[in-house]
């Protein structure tokens, strides 16, 4: 944040910006930062993995494999869930139909803890479903399934 409000400065101090931007500039800083400090139980810190529903999955398994150098790192195979990667899930392939879509794409969040996320949710008007392994999906606005889980 440091580095921020010292760019606005020097952007000031340089003419850049006026004294009504600096100020909108730091104003809207500020709201950004209590906003986070207001709820952290979801602040989001990356794009955790990508869940894609496919027709063939050895081959969709074999794709991923040749083309990206990922490994397996784990299978539900009851489910027919094959999670690629690099020491970590980076794309889950799912056999399963309709094919060729993403199934959902997870969101990390930092200090993950399953009372205060499902909470929050809740007091957000999502209606978060448990996950077959690990934190929670809500919907977002086109009907897009969002997992939730500790970054």
């Known amino acids: 944040m440091e580095a921020i409000i010292s ?4 952007r000031f101090e ?3 910006l006026s004294r009504r931007q600096l100020i909108q500039g730091l104003a809207m800083l500020a709201a950004s930062s209590e906003a986070q400090a207001q709820d952290p139980a979801l602040k989001a810190a990356k794009i955790d993995h990508v869940s894609i529903q496919v027709t063939d999955l050895p081959a969709s398994v074999a794709f991923y494999q ?3 150098g990922l490994t397996v790192v784990g299978e539900d195979k009851p489910n027919e869930i094959v999670r690629l ?3 970590k899930t980076l794309v889950s392939l799912h ?3 309709p094919t060729g879509l993403v199934d959902h794409f997870a969101i990390g969040v930092e200090k993950f803890n399953k009372d205060a996320v499902t909470r929050s949710l809740t007091e957000r008007g999502a209606v978060p479903e448990d996950n077959l392994d690990a934190g929670f999906h809500i919907k977002d606005p086109e009907g897009i399934s969002v997992q939730i889980v500790g970054a």
Do not use: C
């Open 7 to 10: 760019n606005l400065l020097t």
């Open 95 to 97: 056999h399963k139909k």
């Open 85 to 87: 990667g690099i020491g």
């Open 66 to 68: 040749k083309m990206f």
């Open 14 to 16: 340089r003419g850049a």
